[in-house]
């Protein structure tokens, strides 16, 4: 009220009036602006380019991920449990990949059940559109990227304690994935979801925080801060996403 009016009398000089910016913004930025509100979401010539990043990692070079050990199979289920029986996003009207302006990651997935075996079923899954989503607590793939067979071996009740409300499942996922500086070796777990339970009903893999944010220190460099440093970025580029530490399952720091 009154004192939010005098500190604007005395910063101002005037009651009422508004403080601004006079200082002109230069003809090559006004330009730099405009390219980048045609580039918007939803903008005039928005082409939905999607954004990987930088990385010299080649998916179809990359081994199928190795199997973790018994501790670490152990120390999953545990996570497992820890998971929430809430949506996984924080708000349900997010971004999709095609935007072009959250960065996605390739990546070689192999998914089993928590209480499978070698002999059970299980999938392989690559993506090279692997989304990067900090909003989400956890990380997730879609239930229609899954084999039927590997679907209905989940249905079994066998599976129930990771299985939550609305047929949504916990999965054990062994990963290899393309950072920028380096290829990332990872096991956790994932939730499988429905596509009627992901925001824009989107088909696909989204990384989120728990068992694997958490778990590493990022350098995010974005594609604009790479340009300035006069470094070629293609237009399908977000930039780079760097690991620079992770931990494992088991409690152990490694470094790049």
């Known amino acids: 009220g009154s004192a939010i009016s005098a500190m604007q009398t005395s910063i101002c000089g005037k009651e009422n009036e508004l403080l601004l910016l006079n200082k002109p913004v230069p003809k090559e930025a006004k330009q730099r602006l405009r390219q ?3 580039q918007f979401p939803g903008g005039p010539s928005n082409q939905n380019i999607p954004f990987r990043i930088r990385t010299n990692v080649n998916l179809s070079n990359l081994p199928e991920p190795q199997k973790p050990s018994a501790a670490v199979k152990s120390i999953l289920k545990e996570n497992a ?29 192999k998914i089993t059940a928590l209480d499978g075996s070698d002999k059970h079923p299980q999938d392989i899954v690559e993506s090279s559109m692997c989304l990067w989503d900090t909003g989400s607590h956890c990380s997730s793939i879609s239930g229609d990227l899954l084999s039927s067979s590997f679907r209905e071996f989940l249905n079994h009740p066998v599976h129930d304690p990771y299985r939550q409300s609305g047929s949504r499942n916990i999965v054990q996922v062994d990963a290899l994935f393309g950072f920028s500086n380096q290829e990332v070796e990872i096991s956790t777990i994932f939730l499988v ?61 490694i470094q790049a």
Do not use: T
């Not at 449990?81 to 997935?109: C, F, M, Q, T």
């Not at 728990?210 to 399908?236: H, S, T």
């Open 193 to 253: 979801l429905p596509l009627s339970h992901i925001p824009n009903s989107r088909s696909g893999i989204i990384l989120g925080q728990q068992a694997f944010m958490e778990m590493m220190i990022v350098k995010c460099v974005p594609r604009y801060i790479l340009i300035a440093k006069g470094e070629q970025v293609a237009d399908n580029e977000w930039g780079d996403i760097a690991v620079e530490e992770d931990v494992n399952n088991l409690g152990d720091l």
């Open 81 to 109: 449990k820890k998971v929430s029986d809430a949506d996984p996003y924080v708000i349900n009207s997010r971004a999709i990949v095609e935007d072009g302006h959250l960065p996605s990651i390739a990546g070689r997935l």
């Open 36 to 38: 980048m509100a045609f």
